[in-house]
């Protein structure tokens, strides 16, 4: 099994990466958790998701309860991924090795690391295009400065990206609920409800899979931030902690974002927040607007933390590595470039982008987060050989053709239903454009996983289990 040395001290890099966090290392409390993926929610990219349906002829209130749905609908998974923290003491993507071989997983790794990456060049591109609108200032410098910022967080790591949220937490927090007693009361400016603008169901269905998709994107690297945690903390109170923490900022911002839309005529989101704030009171526009981007920033290093965990788990993979602090440097600084570069120089169309990024997001992840919530909950129900996770001839293989069938078939079903801006699958088509295909991965890759490990002695891999368990505490 992969190994590092004993955890440095508080305020150094983070010497965990790949390698199980022991008992005596997890200092992390479930309180953390709701409000850590709270703040990690409270920032433009979720104001931003407001804009969609209004583009598209939305009404307000229809855009809100699309997504209103669509996040419940996305949080319920992701929540339940973060109970395997505690438990198995891993990242996300190494605990996928079990359902997908100890090869197998690069399959689903280029998934999750087009969703880290994705973000962050999302993230850039709102950062830059917002400050130059609203303050003139220069895309290069901007774009520089946050990746920079961004990526010292990473390098650091845990501790200090949960310290970082709950700073930013308390700083925001007053700030939107200023802001927001004052829309809701008339005081923040904007005009009457236009008399265009109504219901469509393909609008409709395209805001409930954006909003669906941006929790469920978190599914691959929630367990990264509760790995910390005791072992013998309770199912119900992570899972209830991280689906309120994660559910409510996006609930409470997304409708805010389509206020903006429909009642100012905003189509950025910086300028939106900058010039809502202002209408209150002279000077809350533009701190808000540097408080929001100081908490996208944050969430970039987040980003940047579970894309670093990606990329070793990956080389891991095709060649055993010891998870130094070198390693994680180097390759926080690649990812760093790869979306500064692409954030800054490529992106033209934002608001197309903006949608297919989050579509593809949710597309590739759907049939994912089915094959590991049914292997973890129903097949194995969390009994893991975690030491295996580690070894080409562990039990779990080098290539676990069940996993990778049900996770093929689930990404296959969807091609007919899926619906972007250039391709439309033939049966969304004839349903008039209307976006299902994320139900279609779920049930598909979910189901086929469950009718095939009908099929898998799970009672044979127990002796082993027990061993690793000894070998844990041995270590």
């Keep these: 099994m992969t190994t590092a040395a004993p955890s440095a001290s508080t305020g150094a890099i983070e010497v965990r990466s790949i390698d199980y966090v022991p008992e005596s290392e997890r200092h992390g409390k479930v309180w953390h958790q709701g409000p850590f993926w709270f703040c990690g929610n409270f920032q433009p990219y979720t104001v931003a998701i407001g804009f969609i349906g209004p583009a598209m002829g939305l009404s307000l209130g229809w855009t809100s309860l699309a997504s ?29 090795r079990a359902q997908l071989g100890y090869r197998g997983v690069i399959v689903a790794l280029g998934g999750t690391l087009f969703t ?90 395209v805001q409930f899979a954006v909003a669906a998709s941006y929790n469920i994107t978190y599914a691959p690297y929630v367990s990264d931030y509760s790995r910390y945690l005791p072992r013998r903390t309770k199912t119900s109170h992570i899972v209830w902690s991280v689906f309120c923490g994660a559910s409510a900022a996006p609930l409470w911002l997304i409708p805010i974002g389509a206020w903006m839309a429909t009642r100012l005529g905003v189509t950025d989101t910086l300028v939106g927040i900058h010039d809502a704030g202002e209408n209150v009171l002279t000077g809350l526009g533009s701190v808000l607007t540097v408080v929001s981007v100081l908490v996208l920033v944050a969430t970039m290093g987040l980003n940047a933390y579970s894309g670093m965990l990606t990329v070793v788990t990956a080389v891991d993979t095709l060649r055993p590595v010891r998870p130094t602090r070198s390693i994680r440097i180097v390759t926080v600084l690649v990812l760093a470039v790869v979306w500064a570069l692409v954030g800054m120089l490529l992106i033209g169309d934002f608001s197309t982008a903006f949608t297919n990024v989050q579509l593809i997001m949710l597309y590739v992840l ?28 562990g039990i779990y293989g080098m290539w676990a053709w069940r996993g990778l069938v049900s996770y093929l078939l689930g990404l296959a079903a969807m091609v007919p ?32 996983y469950l009718l095939l490990c009908r099929t898998l002695d799970v009672s044979s891999e127990e002796d082993v289990v027990v061993a690793s368990e000894r070998e844990l505490v041995a270590s």
């Design 366 to 393: 759907v049939p994912w987060t089915a094959v590991n919530l049914v292997d973890y909950f129903f097949v194995r129900r969390g009994h893991y050989a975690i030491t295996h996770l580690f070894r080409k001839d």
């Design 417 to 448: 239903f899926v619906v972007l801006s250039f391709f439309t699958g033939p049966v969304a088509e004839a349903m008039g454009g209307v976006d299902v295909a994320f139900a279609v991965g779920l049930i598909v890759g979910g189901g086929v």
């Design 68 to 96: 209103a749905l669509g996040i419940l609908f996305g949080t319920f998974f992701m929540a339940f991924h973060a109970s395997q923290g505690p438990w198995l003491g891993l990242p996300q993507m190494v605990q996928s």
């Design 116 to 205: 880290y990456v994705g973000f962050n060049v999302i993230d850039t591109v709102i950062i830059d295009n917002g400050l130059n609108a609203v303050f003139g200032w220069g895309k290069p410098v901007i774009g520089l400065v946050i990746t920079v910022v961004a990526a010292v967080l990473a390098i650091y790591g845990y501790d200090w990206l949960h310290r970082a949220f709950q700073v930013l937490f308390w700083i925001s927090l007053p700030l939107w609920l200023v802001l927001t007693a004052a829309i809701l009361f008339g005081g923040a400016g904007g005009q009457a409800a236009p008399a265009s603008g109504g219901f469509t169901w393909v609008a409709f269905m």
